[in-house]
């Protein structure tokens, strides 16, 4: 008898030992993006240079002041950033509770009842009377025996929530400093044009102050000066719409800094700055998936998966609960502490699932399709990434060849404007000439502006594709 219970114990425990394989997805999968040929294109131009990881607060290095005080009180203040930090400490709290599950619980217990008992009942001695019975365990214990590891599988389960959790603030960190520095650099951009439009204003109200007076003294004709209103107009009207987007721009950057709308008047602008490079990290998609939140969080969600298919399996084995009190119970109160009314008990309690409609089977295939599901949406994760960073790179280096290109245009037009002062100067042109000169000079500046803001848009969302620089935490607590 005893070598057929030892028999069975054994094979439920070789049943048991079936455990997972390893959980985590190794390198192999980012061996397959298929990035380094597009990588070695683009390394060297444009200011693309191999180099580290970018800083945990990479918008430092765009040296603004003004922009790092911004970014500083909003993941201090930004209520969509707290909030997601709230749900750290609440998966915390969960695989606090799990953890529970593998210890033993103690406790105490007393209780006092009376009750009546009929004249033809069961109980004969105690027919038509009625009794107080008294019942006090100073020590009442549970144990539930882990032996296929399914309250463990859970416990880690949750220990992995938790690691997802840190990964999905540490994406919103990254998602609100990247949208601050984006719009940042659109609102400086913004007030650097609204400064040219104003000049340039001013050229075509001179320029029509100019030509109306040559009307009035028969040098030219109404349609010149007509014409000239409306290219006044015109300029006007796209300096209203920028004043428009820069309080526009204020509002938004107030609002993802937690305050309302007047906080965002008194944000200081500063010039947009030179950013000329852009440094890679070698070994790029094995770095991606140590350092973009996202790919983390996708990993970490497929160990989550893991253990919970770990636990559904474990569910098909007995389940074994140890249970032990001690203490005094009696049907009269006074002879409660008695010696003789002592007891005590210990024993296990197993039980079997032997059949359960399909429940067990149909909750270990879901787990596994979870876990077939979250495996394909890291796969997918990795190589949206590599594609991020390298549409990221294309558009860096396009928008670096246009302010190149705009840049000699402007050195053209700035020769074209000291030309045509020079020739009104020694009289063989009037002085429209240096204005249109002037204002053609003012609308290509205008143009580069316009596309320094885009390659210091471009160089933020580049460092968001690389993952800010984030780093994981190795222990979830």
Same mark, same amino acid.
């Given at each position: 008898?005893?070598?057929?219970?030892?028999?069975?114990?054994?094979?439920?425990?070789?049943?048991?030992?079936?455990?997972?394989?390893?959980?985590?997805?190794?390198?192999?999968?980012?061996?397959?993006?298929?990035?380094?040929?597009?990588?070695?294109?683009?390394?060297?131009?444009?200011?693309?240079?191999?180099?580290?990881?970018?800083?945990?607060?990479?918008?430092?290095?765009?040296?603004?002041?003004?922009?790092?005080?911004?970014?500083?009180?909003?993941?201090?203040?930004?209520?969509?950033?707290?909030?997601?930090?709230?749900?750290?400490?609440?998966?915390?709290?969960?695989?606090?509770?799990?953890?529970?599950?593998?210890?033993?619980?103690?406790?105490?217990?007393?209780?006092? /009842?009376?009750?009546?008992?009929?004249?033809?009942?069961?109980?004969?001695?105690?027919?038509?009377?009625?009794? /107080?019975?008294?019942?006090?365990?100073?020590?009442?214990?549970?144990?539930?025996?882990?032996?296929?590891?399914?309250?463990?599988?859970?416990?880690?389960?949750?220990?992995?929530?938790?690691?997802?959790?840190?990964?999905?603030?540490?994406?919103?960190?990254?998602?609100?400093? /990247?949208?601050?520095?984006?719009?940042?650099?659109?609102?400086?951009?913004?007030?650097?044009?609204?400064?040219?439009?104003?000049?340039?204003?001013?050229?075509?109200?001179?320029?029509?102050?100019?030509?109306?007076?040559?009307?009035?003294?028969?040098?030219?004709?109404?349609?010149?000066?007509?014409?000239?209103?409306?290219?006044?107009?015109?300029?006007?009207?796209?300096?209203?719409?920028?004043?428009?987007?820069?309080?526009?721009?204020?509002?938004?950057?107030?609002?993802?800094?937690?305050?309302?709308? !007047?906080?965002?008047?008194?944000?200081?602008?500063?010039?947009?700055?030179?950013?000329?490079?852009?440094?890679?990290?070698?070994?790029?998609?094995?770095?991606?998936?140590?350092?973009?939140?996202?790919?983390?969080?996708?990993?970490?969600?497929?160990?989550?998966?893991?253990?919970?298919?770990?636990?559904?399996?474990?569910?098909?084995?007995?389940?074994?609960?140890?249970?032990?009190?001690?203490?005094?119970?009696?049907?009269?109160?006074?002879?409660?502490?008695?010696?003789?009314?002592?007891?005590?008990?210990?024993?296990?309690?197993?039980?079997?699932?032997?059949?359960?409609?399909?429940?067990?089977?149909?909750?270990?295939?879901?787990?596994?399709?979870?876990?077939?599901?979250?495996?394909?949406?890291?796969?997918?994760?990795?190589? !949206?990434?590599?594609?991020?960073?390298?549409?990221?790179?294309?558009?860096?280096?396009?928008?670096?060849?246009?302010?190149?290109?705009?840049?000699?245009?402007?050195?053209?037009?700035?020769?074209? /404007?000291?030309?045509?002062?020079?020739?009104?100067?020694?009289?063989?042109?009037?002085?429209?000439?240096?204005?249109?000169?002037?204002?053609?000079?003012?609308?290509?500046?205008?143009?580069?502006?316009?596309?320094?803001?885009?390659?210091?848009?471009?160089?933020?969302?580049?460092?968001?594709?690389?993952?800010?620089?984030?780093?994981?935490?190795?222990?979830?607590?």
């Amino acid at each position: 008898m005893k070598r057929s219970i030892a028999l069975i114990l054994s094979l439920l425990l070789l049943g048991a030992c079936a455990r997972l394989p390893q959980h985590l997805p190794g390198d192999k999968m980012a061996h397959d993006t298929q990035i380094s040929g597009t990588l070695a294109q683009l390394d060297g131009h444009a200011g693309i240079t191999p180099g580290a990881w970018p800083a945990s607060n990479w918008w430092e290095s765009a040296q603004l002041p003004a922009l790092n005080n911004l970014i500083s009180e909003a993941l201090r203040n930004n209520p969509s950033l707290q909030a997601t930090s709230a749900r750290i400490l609440e998966a915390k709290a969960a695989a606090a509770n799990q953890h529970a599950t593998l210890l033993p619980h103690f406790s105490a217990g007393a209780a006092v /009842t009376q009750e009546h008992f009929s004249r033809q009942g069961l109980h004969a001695p105690l027919n038509g009377k009625t009794i /107080t019975y008294g019942v006090l365990n100073p020590l009442e214990m549970r144990y539930h025996l882990d032996l296929w590891g399914r309250d463990n599988d859970h416990f880690r389960a949750s220990l992995g929530e938790v690691r997802v959790h840190q990964a999905d603030y540490a994406e919103a960190k990254l998602l609100l400093s /990247t949208r601050l520095a984006w719009h940042y650099f659109l609102l400086a951009g913004d007030v650097q044009r609204f400064r040219q439009v104003a000049h340039a204003e001013a050229l075509h109200s001179s320029l029509l102050h100019l030509e109306q007076q040559r009307w009035h003294d028969g040098l030219s004709s109404a349609r010149t000066v007509y014409l000239q209103e409306v290219a006044r107009a015109r300029v006007r009207q796209s300096a209203a719409e920028i004043q428009a987007a820069i309080a526009q721009q204020r509002y938004i950057l107030a609002a993802l800094a937690g305050h309302g709308p !007047d906080w965002g008047r008194d944000i200081p602008v500063e010039p947009l700055p030179t950013l000329s490079t852009i440094n890679i990290p070698r070994n790029l998609p094995l770095r991606l998936i140590a350092h973009r939140p996202d790919i983390v969080a996708a990993r970490w969600e497929i160990e989550v998966a893991a253990q919970q298919m770990g636990a559904a399996r474990a569910a098909f084995y007995p389940d074994v609960n140890i249970a032990l009190f001690t203490g005094w119970n009696s049907i009269h109160l006074g002879d409660l502490f008695s010696p003789g009314n002592l007891a005590d008990a210990i024993g296990p309690v197993i039980s079997l699932p032997i059949f359960e409609g399909g429940r067990l089977r149909a909750h270990l295939r879901e787990q596994n399709a979870l876990y077939i599901a979250v495996k394909d949406h890291y796969r997918a994760t990795i190589l !949206d990434a590599v594609r991020e960073v390298a549409g990221r790179l294309a558009i860096w280096r396009q928008t670096r060849q246009e302010i190149r290109g705009q840049r000699q245009m402007i050195l053209a037009a700035e020769h074209t /404007t000291t030309l045509a002062e020079s020739t009104f100067h020694s009289g063989m042109t009037n002085k429209a000439e240096a204005y249109i000169a002037q204002i053609q000079e003012t609308q290509i500046k205008n143009q580069l502006l316009a596309l320094e803001t885009k390659n210091a848009q471009s160089w933020v969302l580049l460092h968001a594709a690389l993952g800010g620089g984030y780093t994981p935490r190795k222990n979830p607590a």
